[in-house]
């Protein structure tokens, strides 16, 4: 069964920095492309970032860019998102999801196509 293990939350002041890792078991992490969701109170899953089984990355999502990087370390089964230069409109649960590579590169935005997700990180950003 695999299993994802989110870790590194946290209250933050704005324009601080976090780093969330998130950790898979269970399963082949480098077989699986990875994503970090957010999802902020009363509004849908919001797509963060992307990195491909090959390392590749994805565009980011457009409030995050330039602000957020995503990495995996494949002998660690590890994904990270390190967040620099926090707003408080940052402030959500943050999930990371895994999949088997996708054909259509526009499924991995889509929070439907992810087999796997871990169980959420509270990122609170302070104005």
């Known amino acids: 069964q695999v299993q994802l293990v989110e870790s590194g939350g946290g209250l933050v002041q704005a324009g601080g920095s976090l780093s969330l890792s998130c950790v898979v078991s269970?399963?082949?992490?480098?077989?699986?492309?990875m994503g970090w969701f957010r999802q902020a109170p009363g509004k849908e899953r919001e797509f963060v970032a992307a990195?491909?089984?090959?390392?590749?990355?994805?565009p980011y999502g457009g409030s995050v860019k330039g602000r957020f990087s995503i990495s995996r370390d494949n002998a660690k089964n590890t994904v990270y998102l390190r967040m620099n230069s926090l707003k408080p409109e940052d402030t959500a649960v943050y999930y990371c999801?895994?999949?088997?590579?996708?054909?259509?590169?526009?499924?991995?935005?889509?929070?439907?196509?992810?087999?796997?997700w871990g169980q959420g990180a509270q990122v609170t950003v302070a104005s």
């Open positions: 990195i491909r089984v090959s390392g590749t990355l994805l």
């Open positions: 999801g895994a999949v088997p590579p996708l054909y259509y590169t526009d499924r991995y935005y889509r929070p439907d196509s992810y087999a796997y």
């Open positions: 269970g399963g082949t992490f480098s077989g699986y492309a």
